[in-house]
């Protein structure tokens, strides 16, 4: 839980721009956000770009208050939590859902790419957090993944238990730390949302890409049904004030243009990982985050309430993605010029 003193915290910021397209003109689009968390006990609001349709947090923390309102755990890391019996339904997560899921934006990647020999590629994946989805990119043939964190942990832990080459390396550091050209894919997952300046590092990520090469992106959807089906209590809004903004395709499509990317592809994102939203939308409490908590039992129902949803939700998830082809999350591509 935050200290809540006032002094302790920078004025918030109101929105005067939009993040992806550079509009300054903007909408109401949902008021009365609270964060599923309980980090922060305020109420939050997010307006709409009235050209691309993205949604920002306004106001929102000072970009150096955010790191405050992100709990110690907030990524899924099997065999971590506190208690054998909550390890063990952790790895059970592990290979009933997790696996499953990552292997999926792996091969959603890989399609995406057109199904390139990726041994050959060399890929970063920007902001990998647990390290379980570049992992997979390794096992799937990216034998020249690495990865960059904000964490010494993260960086530690990928090195230790995978293999593979991390650094610590702050977000508007890239283009300073590897140079021109340096990279066939750069990998994003969900991570956008949570960046005031995701302009910033998507033309860092332009420099950083090799002619040819392709930014993938993962992000919730401002524009997905589920908001409209539950409005402020959907989950992509209520990770306020850790998700900053909300893009639609749209905003991504305008964001890479101008950034000088001239080749788009998309995709839904993993039905699993779509699903999930729901699960956690309708039980916030069987989140990643409860599994840490000192109490015993009630995470694990309460977990194990938020996995049956999701799976329950998966028909309807499946329907939206694949015929309605308006999915909730999507896995982006922008190809740099050849």
Same mark, same amino acid.
């Given at each position: 839980?935050?200290?809540?003193?006032?002094?302790?915290?920078?004025?918030?910021?109101?929105?005067?721009?939009?993040? !992806?397209?550079?509009?300054?003109?903007?909408?109401?689009?949902?008021?009365?956000?609270?964060?599923?968390?309980?980090?922060?006990?305020?109420?939050?609001?997010?307006?709409?770009?009235? *050209?691309?349709?993205?949604? =920002?947090? *306004?106001?929102?923390?000072?970009?150096? %208050?955010?790191?405050? /309102?992100?709990?110690?755990?907030?990524?899924?890391? #099997?065999?971590?939590?506190?208690?054998?019996?909550?390890?063990?339904?952790?790895?059970?997560?592990?290979?009933?859902?997790?696996?499953?899921? /990552?292997?999926?934006?792996?091969?959603?990647? $890989?399609?995406?790419?057109?199904?390139?020999? #990726?041994?050959? $590629?060399?890929?970063?994946?920007?902001? !990998?957090?647990?390290?379980? $989805?570049?992992?997979?990119?390794?096992?799937?043939?990216?034998?020249?993944?690495?990865? &960059?964190?904000?964490?010494?942990?993260?960086?530690?832990?990928?090195?230790?238990?995978?293999?593979?080459?991390?650094?610590?390396?702050?977000?508007?550091?890239?283009?300073?730390? /590897?140079?021109?050209?340096?990279?066939?894919?750069?990998?994003?997952?969900?991570?956008?949302?949570?960046?005031?300046?995701?302009? &910033?590092?998507?033309?860092?990520?332009?420099?950083?890409?090799?002619?040819?090469?392709?930014?993938?992106?993962?992000?919730? +959807?401002?524009?997905?049904? =589920?908001?409209?089906?539950?409005?402020?209590?959907?989950?992509?809004?209520?990770?306020? #004030?850790?998700? &900053? *903004?909300?893009?639609?395709?749209?905003?991504?499509?305008?964001?890479?243009?101008?950034?000088?990317?001239?080749?788009?592809?998309?995709?839904? %994102? *993993?039905? $699993?990982?779509?699903?999930?939203? /729901?699960?956690?939308?309708?039980?916030?409490?069987?989140?990643?985050?409860?599994?840490?908590?000192?109490?015993? +039992?009630?995470?694990?129902?309460?977990?194990?309430?938020?996995?049956?949803?999701?799976?329950?939700? +998966? @028909? =309807?998830? =499946?329907?939206?993605?694949? &015929?309605?082809?308006? @999915?909730?999350?999507?896995?982006?591509?922008?190809?740099? @010029?050849?």
């Amino acid at each position: 839980m935050l200290n809540q003193q006032q002094d302790a915290f920078r004025p918030k910021i109101p929105a005067t721009y939009c993040y !992806y397209c550079g509009h300054a003109e903007f909408a109401p689009f949902c008021t009365d956000v609270h964060d599923r968390l309980k980090i922060s006990h305020e109420s939050w609001a997010f307006v709409r770009c009235t *050209s691309c349709q993205a949604a =920002l947090l *306004s106001p929102r923390p000072d970009t150096a %208050d955010l790191p405050r /309102y992100y709990p110690t755990h907030y990524t899924f890391e #099997p065999g971590k939590q506190p208690g054998k019996l909550r390890r063990l339904f952790s790895f059970a997560e592990f290979q009933f859902f997790y696996r499953w899921f /990552y292997e999926a934006q792996v091969s959603i990647t $890989l399609r995406l790419l057109g199904n390139p020999a #990726p041994e050959n $590629l060399r890929l970063l994946d920007v902001g !990998y957090g647990s390290g379980l $989805l570049l992992n997979n990119f390794k096992q799937r043939g990216f034998k020249n993944a690495e990865g &960059v964190e904000m964490r010494q942990s993260a960086v530690d832990h990928v090195n230790e238990v995978f293999g593979i080459t991390a650094r610590v390396i702050e977000l508007d550091q890239l283009e300073i730390t /590897y140079g021109e050209n340096a990279f066939d894919v750069i990998t994003m997952f969900h991570l956008i949302e949570h960046i005031t300046n995701p302009a &910033v590092i998507v033309a860092q990520c332009f420099t950083l890409l090799k002619p040819g090469g392709a930014l993938i992106i993962a992000v919730p +959807l401002s524009d997905g049904p =589920l908001i409209r089906l539950r409005g402020n209590r959907a989950v992509t809004l209520t990770e306020a #004030p850790r998700h &900053v *903004s909300l893009p639609s395709h749209a905003s991504l499509m305008q964001l890479c243009k101008t950034t000088g990317f001239n080749r788009f592809a998309h995709h839904s %994102d *993993s039905a $699993l990982n779509c699903a999930a939203y /729901y699960g956690l939308t309708f039980f916030p409490e069987g989140c990643t985050t409860s599994q840490h908590t000192v109490s015993r +039992l009630l995470p694990l129902i309460n977990r194990a309430l938020m996995a049956a949803s999701a799976f329950a939700c +998966l @028909p =309807l998830v =499946l329907l939206i993605n694949r &015929v309605m082809k308006k @999915p909730d999350a999507m896995i982006f591509a922008a190809f740099k @010029p050849a």
